[in-house]
C-alpha cells in the first residue's frame, strides 16, 4: 500500500534507538524526509548514518537536544523549520516507590514527557493549520490509562500527554491537520531491555527468563509477548499517512490487548 509520504517531511524527538528510531526508519521506507533527536550528538550521528545504510537513498538528518532544557528545545526549534509531520516520542520511565518520588523527579518527568510535546506542538502546530494539512503524533502507553504503582510519574505524565492530544486536536477542526495518540503496550525497546537486563542481573535469571516471567505475570496481555518497536512504528506511519484523514483526535491502540476496555 502506497502511504503516499513522498515529499513529506518528519521530526521524532528521542529517536537514536528504540521505538522513535524505528517510526524514523518506517517513515523513510515509505519516502519521507526524516529529522531524528537525540541527547547525544555522536550518537545522533552514528544513527542518522545507521538510517542512512539501512535505507538507501532516503534522507535523514539530525539535531541534538536535550528536552529537559528548555533552551536547548528553543535552539532546536529555531534549526528545525516547517515540518509535516511530528511525532512526540521523547520520554522517560522508571520503576519507583511513589513514596521516593521526589520532586525534582516529578518536574524532570514533565518536562520530558508533556512539556516535549507542549514546546513541539506550539512550534509547529500553527504552520500545519496554515499549510491546511499536518500530523501530530504523542507516542503514548497503555500506563497512562491503567497507571501503575510503582511508575506513578510515568503514568500520570502518560496520561497528560493523551489530554494535550485531545486538546490540540479540537484546535484542528475542517484544517485537514490530525492530532492522535498510540497507546502502546509493554513493548521491548532498547530502554526496556536495558531496565530488564539490570533486574535479571539482580535476581541472578538471564534476560529471557525475567522477559518470560514479566509477560507471564500480565494477565491481560492477548499477544503473550512483548510488543517490537517496528509493530508500534507500523502504526505511527499509518497515522502519519493521508490514509488517516478520518482518525483525528483520538487514542489508537497497539498494546498487545493489554487494556482490557472495549473503548
Known amino acids: 500500500m502506497d502511504m503516499q509520504l513522498s515529499n513529506k517531511r518528519a521530526f521524532i524527538s528521542g529517536s537514536t534507538q528504540g521505538i522513535g528510531y524505528a517510526i524514523a526508519k518506517a517513515l523513510l521506507q515509505e519516502g519521507?524526509?526524516?529529522v531524528i533527536n537525540g541527547r547525544d550528538a555522536s550518537r545522533l550521528q552514528q544513527s542518522v548514518k545507521n538510517l542512512q545504510a539501512e535505507v538507501p537513498g532516503g534522507v535523514a538528518t539530525g539535531i541534538a537536544a536535550d528536552f529537559t532544557d528548555a533552551s536547548a528545545v528553543q535552539r532546536l526549534l529555531s534549526s528545525l523549520g516547517a515540518v509535516d509531520i511530528l511525532v512526540n516520542n521523547v520520554?522517560?520511565?522508571g520503576l519507583k516507590p511513589f513514596t521516593e518520588i521526589s520532586d525534582d523527579d516529578w518536574s524532570c518527568y514533565f518536562a520530558v514527557n508533556v512539556m516535549s510535546g507542549v514546546r513541539l506542538s506550539?512550534?509547529?502546530l500553527p504552520g500545519m493549520i496554515d499549510a491546511r494539512w499536518g500530523r501530530i503524533i504523542f507516542v503514548g502507553s497503555e500506563s497512562g490509562v491503567n497507571v501503575p504503582a510503582d511508575m506513578t510519574h510515568y503514568g500520570?505524565?502518560?496520561?497528560?500527554m493523551l489530554a494535550l492530544s485531545n486538546g490540540l486536536a479540537k484546535l484542528t477542526r475542517g484544517?485537514?491537520?490530525t492530532v492522535n495518540t498510540i497507546l502502546g503496550g509493554p513493548t521491548y525497546s532498547d530502554g526496556v531491555a536495558g531496565t530488564i537486563h539490570d533486574i535479571a542481573e539482580s535476581q541472578r535469571m538471564s534476560a529471557d527468563e525475567m522477559k518470560a516471567m514479566i509477560i507471564g505475570g500480565n494477565q491481560t496481555s492477548l499477544l503473550e509477548r512483548f510488543i517490537e518497536p517496528a509493530e508500534i512504528a507500523?502504526?505511527?506511519v499509518y497515522l502519519s499517512s493521508p490514509l488517516s484523514s478520518a482518525t483525528n483526535g483520538t487514542a489508537v491502540r497497539a498494546d498487545g490487548g493489554v487494556l482490557t476496555a472495549i473503548l
Open 32 to 34: 519521507a524526509e526524516v
Open 175 to 177: 484544517t485537514g491537520v
Open 91 to 93: 520520554g522517560l520511565f
Open 156 to 160: 500520570v505524565t502518560k496520561a497528560g
Open 234 to 236: 507500523n502504526l505511527a
Open 122 to 124: 506550539r512550534e509547529l
